[in-house]
């Protein structure tokens, strides 16, 4: 059993195809077939179910090939301990992002941290907390900046800031007029939200005390961003919530349909999480400190009621 081995029957389960997982690993199809055959015999199992479309691990292969992920984690983490020691960082570091926090907050950091780590490839992907929690698992990415407590097991982590959400309200409702909004208003207008899948969404949902069961009664739109959901509040069509990032971000007459949360205000706590067999953690240590120096100072503040993304 090599090394070499558990990498090519890890591509297999990633890309449950012999062809993509060759590709993938640079090598042809016959050198990867012949190297996983020759590991199964070795260890005596059959680690695919070959008559499948897309192939599936056997029951005892879902078992070695979770061992063998933990084998190469530790492999790979004897380069990682030799770069931290020389500070000499190359290759990639895997940052996932939500999709409610990547247009406001990845400008504000990103160069930063290319100018900290010239050698090091960023590769930044925009998914939702489902996807990055299982690819984080997979080592699939490194790190990733998204709305918490999660509360997840073999997961740290490291809060960066407190997000308030803020109302964006119709010129047309008589809501407009007011200063401060208080949450439970809200539950009186078409609110509009981000689709399901969204932890924005469930935030959302909770800071209004309201139900999936009595929304759909009134809710008219589901859209996947804000930009849209925006424009139709800017049209008449009901109200919404967004991040403050956001908020600070928008021009003009939009500015004027802000309206902060009255008291006790909602906010969100962004964090940096990783799993907790990573090992780059200087650059994970020097991301923090990038994208606190990057954000408003006053966010960085533990105030307001934290809404959970759950």
């Not at 990498?7 to 297999?12: G, L, P, Q, T």
């Not at 050198?31 to 695919?48: P, R, W, Y």
């Not at 179910?49 to 061992?67: F, W």
């Not at 770069?83 to 409610?100: C, K, S, W, Y």
Request: glycine share 4%.
């Amino acid at each position: 059993m090599t090394i070499t081995q558990l990498e090519y029957a890890i591509a297999v389960d990633d890309h449950r195809h012999f062809g993509k997982a060759a590709e993938a690993c640079n090598v042809t199809q016959p050198t990867l077939s012949m190297q996983l055959q020759k590991l199964e015999e070795d260890l005596g199992v059959v680690l695919f179910d070959r008559s499948k479309k897309p192939i599936i691990p056997t029951e005892i292969g879902k078992l070695v090939l979770a061992q063998a992920r933990n084998v190469l984690r530790e492999a790979h983490k004897i380069q990682d301990i030799i770069a931290d020691a020389r500070n000499q960082h190359e290759g990639e570091f895997r940052l996932g992002i939500i999709p409610t926090l990547a247009p406001y907050l990845l400008h504000r950091f990103i160069g930063s941290f290319r100018k900290a780590f010239p050698q090091v490839t960023l590769i930044v992907e925009e998914l939702q907390t489902d996807t990055i929690v299982e690819k984080l698992n997979r080592d699939h990415l490194d790190a990733a900046i998204l709305a918490t407590p999660l509360d997840l097991p073999n997961i740290t982590e490291i809060p960066l800031f407190y997000e308030p959400f803020m109302a964006y309200i119709s010129p047309s409702d008589p809501l407009w007029k007011e200063d401060f909004i208080v949450s439970s208003e809200l539950n009186n207008t078409n609110l509009l939200l981000l689709s399901e899948g969204h932890c924005f969404r469930n935030s959302v949902l909770r800071i209004c005390n309201e139900s999936e069961a009595l929304t759909q009664n009134r809710l008219m739109v589901e859209i996947g961003n804000f930009e849209t959901i925006v424009r139709l509040v800017d049209e008449g069509m009901g109200n919404t919530l967004i991040p403050y990032l956001m908020a600070i971000e928008m021009k003009g007459d939009a500015q004027k349909n802000i309206k902060l949360i009255a008291e006790p205000r909602p906010v969100r706590e962004i964090s940096l999480i990783y799993s907790r067999n990573q090992l780059k953690n200087k650059m994970i240590q020097k991301l923090e400190e990038i994208v606190k120096s990057s954000i408003p100072k006053k966010l960085l503040q533990k105030t307001g009621t934290i809404i959970p993304p759950k």
